[in-house]
């Protein structure tokens, strides 16, 4: 007996309790344990029946992600099942928490299942890149019919306890005192002579013949680039077209072609770097933190409006401060709209708009923020407006209070020191849309205090978001990373490549946009202000990218929202067209350099979009901007669209591309060009001739 799994008994009852916190993984000890307690049971002439039910906090969450990869050790969790299923008496699964993944595909192996009201069941493995590995392809149709079972796994959601009910997956559902239902259950199942159920023994309901050719076409769009979603599709089809027996074997072969591709090492990888991420290494997880019961948000234009909305999402009131009366009025009614919508999608229900609204007050006043246990700055970008700001807050904020900036380029350490409290001012980068997107950078101060780190990142998981801790530098790790691939697809443009080219090979690669059709998306116009009040071309020490995004937008050609930006679109359809007169201003730019136009190679465009990003990202973590190489992949996956199968730039740099054909395709560029954009990072250097990667930073 291991201590992994715990035996008691309650009467002729026996209870196998599964004790392995925090989620009741799956181990090697658990899987043990479960086969060798119901063996032990089902001799045990004092025991009628067994009731499988977790310690803690939830049943089993699933299989132990962290054992993929290894070699195996322990009985087969197929086996396990099996012994469950074959088991001459009854088992009842007791599920409360999060029975996932290999958790649920346990307690389709017992009998029959009972619930708490709260539990939610679902097979979640193809967000790691997986399919259910245990049956749960094979199973849950059986139980549910082909189409429900097809869209529970390839959604991998978390299905509530009545809709399991519902469908069968549970039998019954109890209230408060899972064990004790349970246990009652098992007995009034003994009493009743119930049958021993066991689910593959059922036959699969087929609802439509063409289900799998149907549900191959709505997912294209959604799946391109994933292998897992396809995988699911053909076991699924297994299920209803051969025995069972023959149905596991194609679902076991179908699993290990995933659970061998980098494709899912990418998102098992991704799984953990995502919950690592929220972790700061000097600020330790008991650092006590501030209490955050209210908001304010300074400015009510595009940020600050869906930045209020994560706040009464979250239930926690805010106050929105504007200049002008106008202004209020338009950002109030902006989320006003934006609720509705939400609602009439099915989103949120009807009733609960004004409950969100009812949590957002408008004031013109800094007096209405003197309250608020934490203020979010959103107003114009520019140091002198913000100088004003801070230093009003300065004044009227309570002590404690901690004051956050949503600037997305300008200096947090100055920004801190307007106050005279700059242990508590911080950076909050929201994306933009901020209600939507789930990628936040936090900002650290050179005097951001502990306590206010470690109270942001945990209020950021409050409010929705995905924190990463990032330092202060031009762009912080995203949009720094960002440039870089800009710089290089502007002068593809200037050398040869034509937008849709340079946008094919990165959608392609598995983004949802490239660069010019992103641009084109977030307004052309943005940029091109920028680069005139910088007077870029003076400024930086890279050569000039704007020309030809300058002459695109000397013709009012500012993208989606002007019908026409590097492409031209036949609003309302906002498909980028190839335009010829784009094609004509490209050429005519790259005569006016010099510039002999040649064919650019798709390879040379995927390498120079994202080699030098990975070089900056070597900069980055140098310069200690970024943790870890793990939270700059976070950064990408969540704010950029990179897609989480390919890890994120620094894990697909380590473990696809190699780091040191990186570091020679820099070096080729460098050489070609004479440019010092090229130059490998100090740090890439070193962990090429180390022959280590970044993830040993
Ligand atoms: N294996 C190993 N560790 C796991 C794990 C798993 N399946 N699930 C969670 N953990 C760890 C987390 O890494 C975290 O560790 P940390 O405290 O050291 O950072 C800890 O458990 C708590 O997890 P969360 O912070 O995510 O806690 P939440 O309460 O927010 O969420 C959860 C709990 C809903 C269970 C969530 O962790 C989750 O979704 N887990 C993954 C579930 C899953 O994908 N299961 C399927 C696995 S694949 C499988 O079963 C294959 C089978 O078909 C053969
Ligand atoms: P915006 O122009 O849409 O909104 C700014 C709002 O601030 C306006 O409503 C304005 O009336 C108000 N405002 C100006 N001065 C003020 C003052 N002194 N007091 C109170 N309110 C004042 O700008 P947006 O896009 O919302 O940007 C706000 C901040 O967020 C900027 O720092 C920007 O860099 C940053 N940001 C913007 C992103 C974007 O995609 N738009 C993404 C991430 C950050």
């Not at 799956?26 to 307690?37: D, F, S």
């Not at 209803?240 to 061998?260: H, S």
């Not at 997305?408 to 020191?417: E, R």
């Not at 190679?601 to 390498?607: F, G, P, R, T």
Request: net charge neutral; charged share 25%.
């Amino acid at each position: 007996m291991t201590d992994a799994v715990l035996r008691s008994t309650e009467g002729r009852i026996g209870i196998l309790t599964i004790n392995n916190p925090p989620v009741n993984a799956l181990a090697a000890a658990v899987r043990n344990g479960i086969k060798e307690g119901v063996e032990a049971f089902a001799q045990d002439p004092n025991v009628d029946a067994i009731v499988l039910i977790g310690g803690g906090r939830t049943f089993i969450a699933g299989a132990d992600i962290r054992e993929f990869g290894k070699p195996p050790s322990g009985a087969n969790l197929n086996d396990v099942i099996a012994t469950m299923e074959n088991c001459p008496k009854i088992i009842v699964a007791a599920l409360h928490g999060t029975p996932l993944g290999g958790g649920l595909e346990t307690a389709l192996g017992a009998h029959y299942r009972v619930s708490l009201p709260t539990t939610r069941v679902g097979l979640p493995e193809v967000h790691l890149g997986l399919l259910p590995g245990a049956g749960g392809t094979q199973r849950l149709p059986r139980l549910t019919g082909a189409k429900y079972a097809l869209d529970a796994i390839l959604s991998g959601r978390h299905i509530p306890a009545p809709e399991a009910k519902q469908k069968g997956i549970v039998d019954a559902i109890v209230e408060d005192d899972l064990l004790k239902g349970a246990v009652a259950h098992a007995q009034m199942l003994v009493a009743q002579n119930a049958p021993r159920r066991r689910v593959r023994d059922l036959t699969v309901t087929l609802e439509s013949p063409d289900l799998f050719a149907e549900t191959e076409k709505a997912i294209a769009r959604r799946a391109r680039g994933f292998k897992a979603p396809w995988n699911i599709i053909k076991c699924v089809q297994a299920a209803v077209e051969l025995p069972f027996d023959e149905g596991m074997k194609r679902e076991r072969e179908l699993f290990v072609e995933l659970l061998t591709s980098s494709e899912s090492a990418a998102q098992r990888y991704y799984f953990f770097a995502e919950r690592e991420a929220a972790k700061v290494l000097d600020v330790p997880s008991d650092t006590p933190q501030r209490e955050i019961k209210t908001a304010g948000i300074i400015g009510a234009g595009t940020m600050g409006g869906g930045i209020a909305m994560n706040f009464a999402n979250a239930g926690i009131p805010v106050t929105l401060l504007e200049v002008k009366q106008e202004a209020l009025d338009r950002g109030l009614k902006t989320i006003r709209t934006n609720y509705e919508n939400t609602a009439k999608r099915g989103g949120m229900k009807a009733e609960d708009v004004d409950k969100r609204m009812a949590l957002i007050t408008p004031t013109l006043s800094y007096d209405g923020l003197k309250d608020a246990d934490v203020v979010i700055e959103a107003v114009f970008e520019t140091m002198e407006v913000k100088e004003g700001v801070f230093k009003q807050l300065d004044e009227v904020a309570k002590p404690g209070a901690i004051l956050a900036t949503n600037t997305s380029g300008l200096n947090v350490n100055q920004i801190a020191n307007y106050t005279k409290r700059p242990g508590d001012v911080i950076g909050m980068h929201f994306f933009s849309p901020a209600n939507v997107m789930k990628l936040l950078e936090n900002v650290r101060g050179e005097a951001t205090q502990k306590d206010v780190i470690a109270t942001v990142m945990s209020l950021s998981k409050k409010i929705g978001k995905i924190p990463v801790l990032v330092g202060v530098c031009e762009g912080f790790v995203g949009n720094r990373m960002l440039r870089q691939r800009g710089i290089q697809s502007a002068y593809m443009l200037e050398e040869g490549a034509l937008p849709q080219q340079v946008d094919k090979v990165v959608f392609d690669y598995g983004f949802p946009m490239g660069p010019f059709a992103m641009s084109d998306l977030a307004g052309n116009d943005v940029g091109w202000r920028i680069r005139q009040g910088k007077k870029e071309k003076e400024q930086r020490n890279v050569r000039y990218t704007g020309y030809i995004a300058d002459a695109i937008c000397e013709l009012g050609r500012f993208g989606q929202k002007t019908g026409a930006g590097y492409y031209k679109y036949n609003l309302p359809d906002r498909t980028p067209v190839p335009d010829p007169e784009v094609e004509k201003i490209i050429e005519e730019t790259s005569k006016k350099l010099g510039i002999t136009r040649r064919a650019i190679s798709d390879q040379e465009i995927l390498e120079r979009c994202f080699y030098p990003m990975v070089n900056e990202g070597a900069k980055i973590l140098a310069e200690g901007m970024a943790q870890r190489s793990l939270d700059i992949d976070v950064i990408w996956v969540n704010g950029y669209g990179w897609p989480v199968y390919r890890g994120g730039p620094m894990w697909w740099a380590d473990n696809v591309v190699g780091l040191k054909k990186i570091h020679d395709a820099l070096l080729k560029y460098r050489d070609a060009s004479g440019d010092p954009f090229w130059e490998p990072a100090p740090l890439l250097k070193k962990l090429v001739q180390e022959d280590k990667k970044f993830s040993s930073v």
